[in-house]
């Protein structure tokens, strides 16, 4: 019966599995940890040695007494600092005693200790990684105190105790005085809520039962909107993945199986409170996502994917590998079952909130090939999507998609933004490569294909920590293998930089030997509209396409602006076959799915017959030439 089932769902996915989540952001556009504007500015401006935006940012949530936020500010801006120090050393070196720099170091203390011990679980790491855990541990102690005694009435420092805390291996008594310093500064800090909930957990120094009844009171307590109602649902997520690695079934009867279903509930309505798109509770709804696909709740999921919108977060991703490509995988997988779901002749279900607008991060893509302009086109030939070629050079071309109105309304299977789907089989049985460029806000990246399969690619993230060098080294010499370049260390440097992406982005694209990106590219999508000698080649079905790429002469350049080849007046011998195949197909189908002797599998096989025959009739009968 599985099997069955399998085999039957399988057609509803490949006929349902492009329209589902079109509404979705593309992978491009979504940006894993990205920054609140204000505080992604304040961090452009340190990564190029001005602490100043920060300085002001910071004091403005201490003067504010705006915890939650300047908790969150401080986060990310310690992460930051790791691999970017330079800024706050000059910050600390020009006011020592300052309470949000002070702050900011104790953080990074506490980053430096983590990343150290790694988030493997104790048996995973070495003595050398324990001892020197500690030791930063240790050395963070006077830092913290300072920073509490700076601002006596901020309870981000005791946040930061109750993670010592925890890596210290402090006993209750200690935690339990940390506790109270923190909730008699602010008694409803979701920071420090749910930092105490890892310390209570099962896999710290708590049990499962008081980790959840910990959680459920604060949730009790709680006023509406609040974040704290989602501390629940982290109960809930640490639960899973407690069972999970402990190899026991999340599916059988348990205490917590109640708990979890009313936890998901609860951060349902929680989300309710907040729009789409909303970045403040981002980090909720990526763990509510995850829980409620393990639920099997898919539709629900797919609405929250589209909540969420471009901001992923590493937590809870980052638990099963790389976190904005687990995101990412999660959220076809959804798509993907919302799609096997629904019926073969029905049609998905329509949103229950419209998918929040996100023009800062609409990214905007543009191949540059190495190859001459009548060669991209025979290849596009193949790539069933309208692209508009432009010459750039005498051995260089440039693409981008060009507007369908006659294409249906789908996504791509696997989540590519359109141009990269298009370029990948583009290159496919060629000898030229071709790099895509991305930008995408203050982002900028590029995709190197070469005969077919992605080589290279690389983002530059001005709010983000600098590549490793040997990261930017191996994808230096990719790029070198790609478009030859005799020395790689300028593609290096250029690679480790991080300030002005889009500037980055361009020297680079000047160092492979290439022609620069059209003037207004990253502002507008359509730059080549109106480029000297720009051609639209237009979308071909997979037959078509084959066809003409094969019959093509060489050194031409097909599909003159959309005219399309198919529409010559076809053979009477080929309307006759495939009107009397359509003849037989549709009683056929009829009687599969009307007769209870004809399992589902042959009925979906005729129906796929049916629809392919009928379509290429439809198809053709709206192409044949007209009569004067």
Same mark, same amino acid.
Request: glycine share 4%; no cysteine; proline share 10%.
């Given at each position: 019966m599985p099997f069955l089932r399998a085999l039957t769902a399988f057609p509803r996915m490949l006929r349902?599995?492009?329209?589902?989540?079109?509404?979705?952001?593309?992978?491009?556009?979504?940006?894993? %940890?990205?920054?609140?504007?204000?505080?992604?500015?304040?961090?452009?401006?340190a990564g190029a040695g001005d602490f100043a935006q920060v300085r002001d940012l910071l004091a403005g949530t201490r003067l504010g007494a705006e915890w939650e936020r300047r908790d969150r500010y401080v986060s990310t801006l310690a992460e @930051?600092?790791?691999h970017? =120090?330079?800024?706050? %050393?000059?910050?600390?070196?020009?006011?020592?005693?300052?309470?949000?720099?002070?702050?900011?170091?104790?953080?990074?203390?506490?980053?430096?200790?983590?990343?150290?011990?790694?988030?493997?679980?104790?048996?995973?790491?070495?003595?050398?990684? @324990?001892?020197?855990?500690?030791?930063?541990?240790?050395?963070?102690?006077?830092?913290?105190?300072?920073?509490?005694d700076l601002n006596p009435t901020d309870?981000?420092?005791?946040?930061?105790?109750?993670?010592?805390?925890?890596?210290?291996?402090? =006993?209750?008594?200690? @935690?339990?005085? +940390?506790?109270?310093?923190?909730?008699?500064r602010a008694p409803h800090h979701y920071g420090c809520h749910s930092t105490a909930l890892q310390y209570l957990s099962k896999k710290w120094y708590g049990s499962h039962e008081e980790m959840f009844a910990f959680?459920?009171?604060?949730? %009790?307590?709680?006023?509406?909107?609040?974040?704290?109602?989602?501390?629940?649902?982290?109960?809930?997520?640490? +639960?899973?993945?407690?069972?999970?690695?402990?190899g026991k079934s999340t599916g059988a009867r348990s205490f917590a199986e109640d708990r979890i279903a009313a936890a998901i509930d609860r951060a349902l309505e929680l989300s309710s409170w907040y729009d789409p798109g909303d970045p403040e509770v981002a980090g909720v709804r990526n763990h509510l996502a995850l829980m409620l696909l393990r639920a099997g709740r898919w539709t629900v999921a797919l609405d929250v994917f589209r909540a969420i919108g471009v901001h992923a977060r590493s937590a809870p991703w980052a638990c099963f590998g790389d976190p904005r490509k687990e995101f990412l995988d999660f959220r076809t997988g959804v798509r993907m079952q919302v799609a096997m779901q629904t019926p073969f002749f029905g049609t998905p279900h329509p949103p229950r909130t419209s998918p929040p607008?996100? =023009?800062?991060?609409?990214?905007r893509t543009l191949a540059i090939c190495a190859a001459a302009p009548h060669q991209v086109a025979q290849a596009a030939l193949m790539c069933n999507a309208s692209l508009r070629v432009a010459p750039a050079g005498p051995s260089a071309t440039y693409v981008e998609l060009a507007a369908d109105p006659d294409a249906p309304v789908r996504g791509t299977l696997l989540g590519d933004e359109p141009l990269i789907a298009a370029v990948d089989t583009l290159t496919t049985g060629e000898k030229w490569p071709a790099i895509v460029l991305h930008r995408s806000g203050d982002r900028s990246g590029f995709t190197v294909f070469q005969r077919g399969r992605r080589t290279a690619g690389h983002h530059w993230d001005p709010a983000a920590a600098i590549p490793s060098l040997e990261d930017a080294s191996t994808t230096a010499r990719a790029l070198s293998t790609a478009f030859p370049v005799a020395d790689t260390r300028p593609l290096t440097a250029l690679l480790r930089s991080s300030d002005e992406a889009a500037r980055r982005q361009s020297d680079l694209v000047r160092v492979l030997g290439l022609p620069a990106p059209p003037t207004g590219f990253g502002e507008r999508a359509d730059v080549l509209e109106g480029f000297p000698g720009a051609r639209v080649i237009a979308r071909r079905g997979l037959l078509t396409g084959f066809r003409e790429s094969v019959t093509a002469k060489p050194g031409t350049m097909p599909g003159e602006n959309g005219a399309r080849p198919d529409s010559a007046r076809l053979p009477t011998r080929w309307w006759a076959l495939r009107s009397i195949a359509l003849l037989v197909f549709l009683p056929t189908t009829v009687y599969a799915w009307g007769s209870p002797g004809v399992d589902a599998l042959r009925a979906s096989l005729a129906t796929c017959a049916t629809l392919y025959v009928g379509g290429r009739l439809l198809r053709a009968w709206r192409r044949r030439p007209r009569r004067a």
């Open positions: 349902h599995g492009s329209r589902v989540g079109t509404d979705l952001p593309p992978d491009e556009a979504v940006v894993l %940890d990205a920054p609140e504007a204000p505080l992604r500015a304040a961090i452009t401006a @930051f600092a790791v970017n =120090p330079g800024w706050l %050393d000059a910050w600390l070196a020009a006011s020592p005693e300052d309470p949000d720099a002070v702050l900011v170091k104790a953080g990074l203390s506490i980053d430096q200790a983590w990343r150290v011990r790694s988030a493997a679980r104790a048996a995973e790491v070495s003595p050398e990684q @324990f001892r020197a855990f500690f030791a930063l541990l240790e050395d963070a102690v006077p830092v913290i105190r300072a920073a509490a309870p981000v420092p005791w946040r930061i105790a109750l993670t010592h805390a925890r890596g210290v291996q402090a =006993p209750r008594e200690v @935690f339990d005085a +940390y506790w109270e310093e923190a909730v008699e959680a459920e009171h604060a949730a %009790d307590a709680a006023l509406p909107g609040s974040q704290l109602h989602a501390l629940p649902l982290l109960a809930a997520v640490e +639960y899973e993945l407690a069972a999970g690695s402990t607008d996100h =023009p800062e991060w609409a990214p």
